[in-house]
């Protein structure tokens, strides 16, 4: 099963729970190690509490164009195809702006003088490295650029095989609800949403339902982190939807603590390890 | 007029919380307008009681749509597709058809159709609204699940709230701003006078305000830090202070951590409006916040 761990608002305990649920399950026997792969690629985190040791790395970017100005007769079909403005002719010259390009290969492709070929734009870089029986992966989006999907797409690529088959995949999302999140969530069979009993939790459930429930028809299930402060509006909203909550982690100071100094839940709290693995055997049933 | 932007790299540190309370405590002394840049999830309106005066639709990218009457089912679109976006369809006559959550908008395959079956089409992709605010007027957005462009959207929301500014003479654009480091974030920077940058005393924190100081300097944009739970780890809030000292960043103040905060957001009220320690606090901030942004930030 692959499984993507989301929750709509931010710190809400996405990366606690993938990454106790990774070790309980590593901790069970050798076939059910998992793959980790952290998607948050704007704020990777879960390095921190796994500590893999890294042993391959690789950069990774878009393919933009590089016009070739003896062949190009400025013409002005690749500005004419490209929808994001990202390749422009001003009089003899072409100018190409590697932050708005995505990386179609339009313009290489409509070019009716083949002058333009593409090269790779470095935006971040994927490294690989083994935590115990872990597999980890993550991705790292450079500091001023501006898109994550083609990283998060890329590091997908790379780490999840073919034939996975069986193995146990865990991806960590990033915040939100847009794009990222989506690219995170493709290919998954399920969608654990980490949400907490508060009036932003409960907003922000309500949008990555949308996204993983009803716009990519995933079955969703609930952890609810700090239970105990807030109010009842997330458990009344989980009864309506028929959202099923599969553990519930209450708000207890030794817990920040911990994780403040880069413990894991079940380094704290050994007693989950039994109930993350259990929460993991229901969701692979859930219809 | 001066624009002052909330960000934090990691999410939940206490953006919002920070923002409806430096809202609070700028209206008793300047003219404040109000944006909320987190267009995926939203959450300023949550404890501001916003009264909605204008709604208006957000028109996104345009998609890829395939007439499958037209489609030839020759596969060139998901061969040109570098967005995995364009499927073979199981429907009797193997039509192709776009999946519109993937779709980037490329028109790739539109170029590329022998059969010219493939048309491009604007997305309605999310709200955009004004509302009025015991604090003044407030931008905000709903982008809606799973869409792209946000960062078109936050950059829409903050000119909006900009000429509101302007027209209002306003003093203060005070900007919430979304988690991370990408595409929505750098669109609410973009323009900014200040970052103040919320965090908190944890490993992921401490890691996530390296990235999102670096970006800040990366445009060029004065920043400021302030630490909010500051009392959950002794070792790991002198580490931040320290980091903060050796880059020449402010801090303006530290926020102990307090349930009296999540009481306030279930009330739906700024923690300011009541009393205790993170109220207390929160003044001192705005004071000598005003003193950086009005004062040394001119």
Same mark, same amino acid.
């Given at each position: 099963m692959k499984l993507a761990i989301a929750s709509?608002?931010?710190?809400?305990g996405k990366t606690t729970v993938a990454v106790s649920l990774a070790l309980s399950l590593a901790a069970t026997d050798a076939a059910s190690a998992p793959l980790f792969?952290?998607?948050?690629?704007e704020e990777p985190n879960a390095a921190l509490f796994l500590r893999p040791e890294i042993t391959a790395q690789r950069d990774v970017g878009l393919l933009i164009p590089v016009v070739d100005m003896v062949r190009c007769?400025?013409?002005g079909r690749c500005a004419a195809v490209c929808e994001y403005h990202a390749i422009t002719v001003i009089g003899k010259q072409v100018l190409v702006f590697p932050e708005l390009c995505?990386? #179609?290969?339009s313009c290489t492709r409509q070019c009716p003088e083949g002058a333009i070929h593409e090269e790779l734009n470095v935006m971040g870089t994927l490294e690989y490295g083994r935590a115990e029986t872990i597999e980890f992966y993550h991705g790292t989006l450079n500091v001023?650029?501006?898109?994550a999907v083609p990283i998060i797409r890329q590091l997908k690529a790379w780490a999840?095989?073919?034939?996975? +088959?069986?193995r146990p995949v865990i991806l960590d999302a990033p915040p939100g609800a847009s794009c990222p999140v989506v690219e995170t969530m493709r290919g998954a069979d399920a969608v654990l949403l980490v949400t907490e009993p508060t009036p932003f939790g409960l907003h922000d459930l309500r949008v990555a339902v949308q996204v993983a429930r009803?716009?990519?028809g995933l079955p969703v299930a609930v952890v609810v982190n700090?239970?105990?402060?807030?109010?009842g509006g997330v458990d009344a909203y989980c009864a309506a939807e028929g959202l099923p909550i599969l553990l519930r982690i209450p708000l207890e100071r030794a817990i920040a603590e911990g994780i403040a100094r880069g413990d894991s839940l079940i380094a704290i709290h050994p007693e989950y390890q039994t109930q993350l693995v259990e929460l993991w055997k229901t969701i692979a049933e859930l219809p | 007029m001066k624009q002052l932007v909330i960000l934090s790299?990691?999410?939940?540190?206490?953006k919002t919380t920070v923002t409806a309370a430096l809202a609070h405590l700028a209206t008793q002394d300047c003219r404040v307008v109000l944006a909320d840049?987190?267009?995926?999830?939203?959450?300023?309106g949550l404890v501001l009681a916003p009264v909605t005066e204008e709604t208006h639709d957000f028109t996104g990218g345009r998609i890829a749509g395939i007439d499958p009457a037209v489609?030839?089912? #020759?596969g060139r679109c998901a061969e040109v597709?570098?967005?995995?976006?364009v499927r073979v369809c199981t429907?009797?006559?193997d039509a192709y058809a776009v999946d519109p959550l993937a779709c980037?908008? #490329?028109a790739a395959c539109v170029y590329e159709c022998p059969a010219h079956a493939i048309t491009m089409t604007p997305q309605r992709a999310g709200q955009w609204f004004v509302a009025a605010t015991r604090y003044g007027p407030l931008y905000h957005a709903h982008l809606f699940a +799973?869409?792209?462009n946000s960062g078109k959207l936050v950059t829409l929301v903050k000119q909006m709230a900009r000429l509101r500014a302007l027209d209002d003479a306003a003093d203060l654009l005070l900007v919430d701003g979304p988690p991370g480091i990408g595409c929505p974030v750098i669109a609410a920077l973009s323009g900014a006078d200040m970052a103040l940058i919320v965090t908190e005393p944890t490993v992921s924190g401490a890691h996530d305000l390296e990235r999102a100081l670096g970006l800040a300097a990366h445009f060029n944009i004065p920043a400021m830090v302030l630490l909010n739970k500051?009392?959950?780890s002794p070792a790991q809030a002198e580490a931040i202070v320290a980091y903060c000292a050796t880059q020449s960043i402010p801090l303006v103040g530290r926020l102990p951590y307090d349930p009296a905060v999540t009481e306030a957001m279930a009330r739906g009220e700024?923690?300011?409006a009541g009393n205790g320690p993170v109220s207390a606090a929160l003044h001192e901030v705005w004071m000598r916040l005003r003193q950086q942004i009005f004062d040394n930030a001119s």
């Amino acid at each position: 099963m692959k499984l993507a761990i989301a929750s709509g608002k931010g710190g809400t305990g996405k990366t606690t729970v993938a990454v106790s649920l990774a070790l309980s399950l590593a901790a069970t026997d050798a076939a059910s190690a998992p793959l980790f792969l952290d998607c948050d690629v704007e704020e990777p985190n879960a390095a921190l509490f796994l500590r893999p040791e890294i042993t391959a790395q690789r950069d990774v970017g878009l393919l933009i164009p590089v016009v070739d100005m003896v062949r190009c007769t400025t013409c002005g079909r690749c500005a004419a195809v490209c929808e994001y403005h990202a390749i422009t002719v001003i009089g003899k010259q072409v100018l190409v702006f590697p932050e708005l390009c995505h990386g #179609c290969g339009s313009c290489t492709r409509q070019c009716p003088e083949g002058a333009i070929h593409e090269e790779l734009n470095v935006m971040g870089t994927l490294e690989y490295g083994r935590a115990e029986t872990i597999e980890f992966y993550h991705g790292t989006l450079n500091v001023g650029e501006a898109m994550a999907v083609p990283i998060i797409r890329q590091l997908k690529a790379w780490a999840i095989p073919p034939d996975v +088959g069986d193995r146990p995949v865990i991806l960590d999302a990033p915040p939100g609800a847009s794009c990222p999140v989506v690219e995170t969530m493709r290919g998954a069979d399920a969608v654990l949403l980490v949400t907490e009993p508060t009036p932003f939790g409960l907003h922000d459930l309500r949008v990555a339902v949308q996204v993983a429930r009803d716009e990519l028809g995933l079955p969703v299930a609930v952890v609810v982190n700090r239970d105990g402060i807030g109010d009842g509006g997330v458990d009344a909203y989980c009864a309506a939807e028929g959202l099923p909550i599969l553990l519930r982690i209450p708000l207890e100071r030794a817990i920040a603590e911990g994780i403040a100094r880069g413990d894991s839940l079940i380094a704290i709290h050994p007693e989950y390890q039994t109930q993350l693995v259990e929460l993991w055997k229901t969701i692979a049933e859930l219809p | 007029m001066k624009q002052l932007v909330i960000l934090s790299g990691k999410g939940g540190t206490g953006k919002t919380t920070v923002t409806a309370a430096l809202a609070h405590l700028a209206t008793q002394d300047c003219r404040v307008v109000l944006a909320d840049a987190d267009v995926d999830a939203a959450n300023l309106g949550l404890v501001l009681a916003p009264v909605t005066e204008e709604t208006h639709d957000f028109t996104g990218g345009r998609i890829a749509g395939i007439d499958p009457a037209v489609c030839i089912a #020759c596969g060139r679109c998901a061969e040109v597709c570098r967005f995995d976006a364009v499927r073979v369809c199981t429907h009797p006559g193997d039509a192709y058809a776009v999946d519109p959550l993937a779709c980037e908008g #490329c028109a790739a395959c539109v170029y590329e159709c022998p059969a010219h079956a493939i048309t491009m089409t604007p997305q309605r992709a999310g709200q955009w609204f004004v509302a009025a605010t015991r604090y003044g007027p407030l931008y905000h957005a709903h982008l809606f699940a +799973g869409q792209e462009n946000s960062g078109k959207l936050v950059t829409l929301v903050k000119q909006m709230a900009r000429l509101r500014a302007l027209d209002d003479a306003a003093d203060l654009l005070l900007v919430d701003g979304p988690p991370g480091i990408g595409c929505p974030v750098i669109a609410a920077l973009s323009g900014a006078d200040m970052a103040l940058i919320v965090t908190e005393p944890t490993v992921s924190g401490a890691h996530d305000l390296e990235r999102a100081l670096g970006l800040a300097a990366h445009f060029n944009i004065p920043a400021m830090v302030l630490l909010n739970k500051a009392d959950l780890s002794p070792a790991q809030a002198e580490a931040i202070v320290a980091y903060c000292a050796t880059q020449s960043i402010p801090l303006v103040g530290r926020l102990p951590y307090d349930p009296a905060v999540t009481e306030a957001m279930a009330r739906g009220e700024p923690v300011t409006a009541g009393n205790g320690p993170v109220s207390a606090a929160l003044h001192e901030v705005w004071m000598r916040l005003r003193q950086q942004i009005f004062d040394n930030a001119s």
